[in-house]
């Protein structure tokens, strides 16, 4: 069995990754008596954590919003700059780190008390940021709409597509989509009994019904690919290049654009994801050394139409 400051830090994990736990699904989880466990409860209610608790067949323990800020190691100051910079940082187009992000955001502020989470939805209105060139979302939107889709449960909102009037959508909620520097959610809506995605900027005060359900399959490879289909977005190309060059030197020229790997002391691996071909021969053509195309197939070609492009511009005339 784990120490009790270690099992402490497990429950509260726990608990901030779903939305409702019963009781005997705590306990087998973490391995305890219902005894220790209702210990383990009071043990974050006195640090400050506001459990909540319910008895009856639907019985159990959620954390609830609190009305001061946890003991999580944070100044309201840090805390406010946190929310804003994993929100920013959710789209920022690095790969990978959009699912990460956006729970790191839920879990942050699900447990902002109300004050904090106005300045961090102010914060994200009038602030430009680079990486987020769409729309701003509010925090607690954003967050609201995540937790149902984790927790399978139905939400109802008001939505205002393009050129109408705001409509009533009630939908079984998939997943949340950053892309384009935009958000969006993928959903089965219930009145038209079809799929959807919904951009999270014309949302309006969702609300988790409390109805659960079972998730249907998706019609496409994934939430993303559903909402470039939808939008007609381009799909981007990752492209491998292994650079003959230090990885300094690299990483100086691309950036945060691509992602650069060592492989001994003078190359280096490239990686960068685009959804137009020439940045990246532009960006290689800036690192000016030598390289290998590793992949894809399109983007070698690709550099060969530029490479021959480039010779029929210099060739000599003869007469």
């Known amino acids: 069995m784990a120490n009790t400051s270690s099992r402490t830090l497990r429950l509260l994990s726990l608990l901030q990754t779903h939305r409702h736990w019963t009781g005997p699904d705590l306990c087998e989880r973490l391995g305890v008596s219902e005894r220790t466990l209702r210990r383990d409860i009071d043990r ?54 959009e699912d990460a992000s956006l729970r790191a955001l839920t879990k942050v502020v699900r447990v902002l008390p109300p004050r904090l989470r106005a300045r961090v939805d102010a914060l994200r209105t009038v602030t430009v940021s680079a990486a987020a060139p769409g729309p701003a979302v509010a925090a607690a939107v954003l967050t609201t709409v995540a937790q149902a889709c984790r927790d399978e449960e139905r939400l109802r909102f008001g939505y205002t597509a393009r ?47 409390g109805a659960r359900f079972r998730p249907r399959p998706l019609p496409a490879e994934d939430a993303a ?26 990483r100086q020229t691309v950036g945060r654009w691509g992602t650069v790997e060592p492989v001994g002391r003078d190359s280096c691996r490239l990686t960068m994801t685009s959804t137009s ?7 290689l053509g800036n690192v000016g050394a030598e390289f290998e195309v590793l992949g894809p197939p399109e983007f070698a070609a690709h550099v060969r139409e530029w490479g021959a492009r480039f010779l029929r511009a210099t060739a000599q005339k003869t007469s």
């Open 163 to 209: 050129g109408s009037a705001v409509t009533e959508r009630e939908v079984e909620p998939h997943r949340v989509v950053a892309l384009g520097g935009r958000w969006y959610l993928v959903a089965y809506d219930l009145d038209r009994q079809d799929w959807r995605s919904f951009r999270l900027d014309r949302l309006t005060g969702p609300t988790a019904t």
């Open 277 to 283: 071909l020439d940045w990246p021969t532009q960006a």
């Open 225 to 250: 690919a559903f909402v470039r289909a939808a939008s007609g977005a381009p799909v981007p190309h990752t492209v491998e290049v292994l650079v003959h060059a230090p990885a300094a030197r690299v």
């Open 44 to 97: 974050l209610r006195e640090l400050g954590y506001p459990v909540g608790a319910a008895r009856g067949t639907d019985g159990g323990y959620q954390l609830a919003p609190g009305a001061v800020l946890p003991p999580l190691l944070l100044d309201d100051e840090e805390a406010v700059a946190l929310a804003v910079g994993i929100g920013d940082a959710a789209q920022s187009g690095i790969s990978g780190i």
